[in-house]
């Protein structure tokens, strides 16, 4: 998702300010202090020309293209502590709660003390952001009750399967293989006919063959969904080979959360992937997506995160601390 520079308010307003961030990007850190002094001066002398939404996020986007996050906490409190900014200080906040995944937890307190009884659009705005990080909910989420916004949308999480009986027995699940080519590569509820099978006994060679090349063929669902039965099906051996497929696919925002889940049903026996799932969880800042908003991405980055949490408790000897 990005942002046009020429839809952020009054054009003659924004030249200077413009200019001011395209120069703090380019420029070494010992002109940072005097290139950010200039910019608040010129951002608090156009604030009624700007559009809030605008000047924040691509001044948020600025500052996270240069690492700058503790800084950016502190601009936000400077702005919002002077009624003339304080609209773009609200949304410099949500924009820092899209880019860093500590922004919430640490801006959250912050922007409830400077709202108000009655607040606008631009701290609606940056409370329903706020709200998506399940963290900022679980930390700071009592001071929200009675602010007047409306929260993101929970994801549609897919139904959890109940103890039901299986959709599928032994003899079903292989009258069902026997119509399926050798070198099928998507099948719905795979694992749980190839579980059923595994259950009765070893797998035929033709059965086999099914399985690896769900597997094997071609990273995705299936890949994810299938590899914990292959191990169980080949054994120990076949671990580092599943590893080295799964791991390069837990940040990707697509099928990311497929290869975690996978990773959690291998349990402890996956625990040579610890590092990577623990590397995805303490990221500072969002992983890259790609949504229709930067709300949405800034979701997309939080399932991950929820998902690679539930990893580590599944793949770990000894539980490890719920800590992002």
């Not at 380019?26 to 290139?35: D, V």
């Not at 990273?219 to 191990?231: F, I, T």
Request: charged share 20%; net charge positive; glycine share 8%.
């Amino acid at each position: 998702m990005t942002w046009r520079e020429d839809a952020v308010g009054d054009g003659a307003a924004m030249t200077i300010p413009l200019t001011l961030l395209t120069s703090l990007r380019a420029a070494a850190p010992a002109r940072w202090p005097s290139l950010d002094a200039a910019l608040f001066a010129e951002v608090r002398e156009a604030a009624p020309r700007l559009d809030p939404e605008g000047i924040g996020q691509l001044w948020g986007r600025a500052l996270h293209t240069l690492g700058r996050e503790t800084h950016t906490y502190a601009l936000v409190a400077r702005l919002l502590a002077d009624p003339i900014t304080r609209d773009i200080g609200a949304q410099l906040a949500r924009a820092a709660c899209q880019l860093w995944r500590a922004a919430a937890v640490e801006l959250l307190p912050l922007l409830v003390r400077s709202g108000g009884p009655q607040i606008g659009p631009a701290f609606a705005d940056a409370f329903r952001t706020a709200s998506i990080s399940e963290e900022a909910m679980r930390v700071h989420g009592a001071l929200l009750r009675g602010v007047p916004f409306e929260p993101y949308p929970k994801p549609r999480r897919p139904p959890t399967p109940t103890a039901a009986v299986p959709a599928h027995d032994p003899v079903s699940a292989a009258a069902l293989l026997a119509g399926k080519p050798i070198g099928v590569t998507r099948l719905d509820r795979a694992p749980e006919i190839f579980g059923v099978l595994l259950d009765a006994g070893p797998l035929t060679f033709r059965q086999a063959a099914q399985l690896y090349n769900l597997t094997f063929r071609w990273p995705g669902r299936s890949q994810a969904q299938c590899a914990p039965v292959w191990l169980r099906h080949a054994g120990p051996g076949a671990l580092r080979r599943l590893l080295a497929l799964m791991t390069p696919y837990l940040d990707d925002y697509a099928i990311g959360e497929c290869y975690l889940r996978g990773l959690g049903r291998m349990g402890p026996q996956a625990s040579a992937a610890l590092p990577d799932v623990t590397a995805l969880i303490d990221r500072r800042t969002r992983i890259p997506c790609n949504d229709s908003t930067p709300d949405g991405e800034m979701a997309l980055d939080e399932r991950l995160l929820a998902a690679a949490l539930s990893a580590r408790r599944a793949m770990s000897p000894r539980p490890a601390a719920d800590t992002a």
